[in-house]
């Protein structure tokens, strides 16, 4: 089992910058690949970005490459979301997620999840 507990979401301006953080905890954290995902009002929730506990392997999605960084701290057991230039459209609540595979951008490859943090961003 895994628990996540996201943190660091907010209201901020349009081209601002914020870091969301991840910690993870319980006996099998570091088996898992960790994953941003988000969800805006009305939408599905939709892949963001992915990084192993090595810092290696980092994926983005498009609507956020060039703008976002995802990192990870093993010795931490935080995973962050640097997100900067954010736009209106980056409004959401923000999910950190854990898989058993390698690599994915599916929701329903994901296995736990945390509670959330809202990011809004204002025009």
């Known amino acids: 089992q895994v628990q996540l507990v996201e943190s660091g979401g907010g209201l901020v301006p349009a081209d601002a910058s914020l870091r969301l953080s991840c910690v993870a905890s319980?006996?099998?954290?570091?088996?898992?690949?960790m994953g941003w995902f988000r969800q805006a009002p009305g939408k599905e929730r939709e892949f963001v970005a992915s990084?192993?506990?090595?810092?290696?392997?980092?994926v983005y999605a498009d609507s956020v490459k060039g703008r976002f960084t995802i990192s990870a701290d093993s010795g931490e057991k935080t995973v962050y979301l640097q997100m900067s230039s954010l736009k209106p459209e980056d409004t959401a609540v923000y999910y950190c997620?854990?898989?058993?595979?390698?690599?994915?951008?599916?929701?329903?490859?994901?296995?736990?999840w945390g509670q959330g943090t809202q990011v809004t961003v204002s025009s």
């Open positions: 319980g006996s099998t954290w570091g088996r898992y690949l």
């Open positions: 997620a854990a898989t058993i595979s390698s690599s994915s951008r599916h929701r329903r490859d994901y296995n736990f």
């Open positions: 990084i192993n506990w090595n810092g290696y392997y980092a």
